[in-house]
């Protein structure tokens, strides 16, 4: 009994060591799938079609499988991965979410109890984001009459070859290539285009645009507007008024610039027929318009021919003609001869002194504001020294010694008309009827004598006659309330100075 225990011991003890070692020999025999990685297909900008087949399961079930991708080499399922249910045999797989134009990396997976196997790696590139170019529209240049140079640079081709580049124009905004357009070429980058055929005076708008297989795009609007056909302007020529011994009024009206700005109008005038502005002219400024010009420097009794002109860039332009005759520059006034010297102001001026029968002739000597001759002048005697209330006197028979002697128009000059005398006349020192004086002749050619009379000081004159002349003007002198001004004529020059009221001077009148 005892061996038969013994022998069913070792009987089951074998059974258990060969069911052993054959559990051992099976678990050693498992191994890593084989799995294959499949073309990649379908791929569009997000997607892509790939998949694999699982050859062999190891010995082990293959517990799950799919693909694995990733922008870095040989991705594994820790990277982005499907799932696409177990066992050996082929499997399709969707990859999605991916980003446009970029490389991705795949491999096909297959997980068993002895880890996971990959198939060989297959790269990819997902379809760029196609995108109508990007251009910008250059400014507008050399704008001519019928034509102007634009153009333009196209920044990004949007991911497609740019076939055709240009500008587009049209008398309307937003203009299209179904407008009219220049074709410059192809590809990216900066470009020149001619526009021609345009229309003078016209404004026109200009696109650059860029054309690829997604469509066409436009840069920014421009807009522009073609010279003028420019002519010569239109000018019409005044009547002549106020026509005096040696000024005349005339002027104009501009009523067409001929499309190009007009830099000068005025008058201009001369002794024959059709002037020109090569003959004496005023400058009345520019544009066009009406205008009003003073001619001065005239001859009397003289007959002048006057045009209107108008200058823009294409030339000189002049209205029809005009003509007038200046009056007489000499005339009497209450048996007193007066000359027109051709002056700014058109005033006229004595021929003699108060209380003088000729030019030659000294005539009377006042005190500054008295009508009346007197023996000796001083201080003490002189009505107007003291009186600060005094304003200029021409023309006031109380203070005017030429008013009050004379009459009528006549007055004493003014400080101002003096000065006038004195900017626009010359003057030379000389002799008449044997009588030493300053010829003072005006813009006009005609002159006047003013001989070197001296002044009164007291009872008599001072050593300056023959050699130096003193004229009072009406205008008291602002610094010092006891002086006045005066016209003082010499040997060296003509000037208006201002000496004491209280001495006796000489007095030369004038008249508007």
């Not at 101002?416 to 813009?443: D, H, K």
């Amino acid at each position: 009994m005892k061996t038969k225990r013994i022998l069913s011991r070792l009987a089951l003890l074998m059974v258990a060591m060969v069911m052993v070692f054959v559990a051992c020999k099976k678990e050693l025999e498992e191994e890593l799938a084989s799995v294959s990685t499949n073309n990649v297909e379908g791929i569009t900008q997000t997607a892509a079609v790939c998949g694999g087949n699982v050859t062999d399961d190891g010995g082990a079930n293959v517990t799950a499988r799919g693909i694995c991708w990733s922008t870095s080499q040989n991705p594994t399922t820790n990277d982005n991965a499907t799932y696409n249910g177990t066992g050996t045999g082929s499997f399709t797989s969707n990859i999605s979410g991916l980003t446009a134009g970029t490389t991705y990396y795949v491999r096909a997976y297959a997980v068993n109890n002895q880890g996971t196997a990959y198939g060989e790696e297959r790269t990819f590139c997902t379809e760029k984001n196609y995108e109508l170019p990007t251009v910008v529209t250059n400014n507008v240049t050399n704008v001519t009459k019928t034509g102007a140079v634009c153009g333009g640079k196209v920044t990004s081709d949007g991911n497609a070859t740019v076939t055709a580049r240009g500008v587009c124009w049209s008398i309307t905004q937003n203009p299209t290539i179904n407008n009219n357009k220049t074709n410059s070429g192809s590809g990216t980058g900066s470009f020149t285009s001619n526009i021609t055929g345009l229309q003078p005076g016209t404004t026109y708008y200009v696109r650059a645009y860029a054309t690829n297989s997604q469509g066409t795009a436009y840069g920014s609007q421009k807009s522009f507007t073609t010279e003028d056909d420019i002519q010569v302007p239109t000018v019409t020529t005044s009547s002549v008024t106020n026509v005096t011994g040696s000024t005349a009024v005339c002027g104009g009206n501009v009523t067409s610039d001929g499309n190009a700005t007009v830099t000068a109008r005025g008058v201009c005038w001369s002794t024959s027929q059709n002037p020109t502005v090569g003959h004496n002219k005023t400058t009345d400024g520019g544009g066009t318009g009406s205008f009003t010009s003073n001619i001065t420097g005239l001859q009397s009794g003289t007959t002048y021919y006057v045009r209107a002109y108008a200058t823009n860039s294409q030339g000189t332009a002049y209205g029809s003609q005009k003509s007038f005759t200046t009056e007489t520059t000499t005339g009497t006034i209450g048996g007193h001869e007066w000359v027109d010297l051709g002056l700014p102001s058109g005033l006229k001026w004595a021929t003699c002194n108060v209380g003088a029968t000729s030019p030659e002739g000294y005539g009377n000597y006042y005190a500054w504001g008295e009508t009346t001759t007197k023996t000796e002048y001083t201080i003490e005697n002189s009505l107007t020294y003291y009186d600060s209330t005094i304003g200029d006197i021409s023309g006031n028979p109380t203070y005017d010694a030429a008013r009050a002697n004379w009459g009528s128009t006549w007055r004493m000059p003014t400080r101002t008309e003096m000065q006038e005398l004195v900017n626009y006349c010359t003057a030379v020192f000389e002799t008449q009827n044997g009588i030493w004086g300053s010829r003072v002749t005006g813009p006009n050619g005609n002159s006047i004598f003013l001989p070197a009379t001296g002044y009164y000081y007291y009872e008599s004159l001072n050593g300056s006659v023959g050699v130096n002349g003193a004229y009072w003007s009406s205008t008291p002198s602002e610094n010092y309330t006891y002086c006045a001004y005066e016209l003082g004529v010499g040997s060296s020059s003509v000037g208006v100075l201002y000496l004491q009221r209280n001495l006796g001077l000489t007095v030369r009148p004038v008249t508007d």
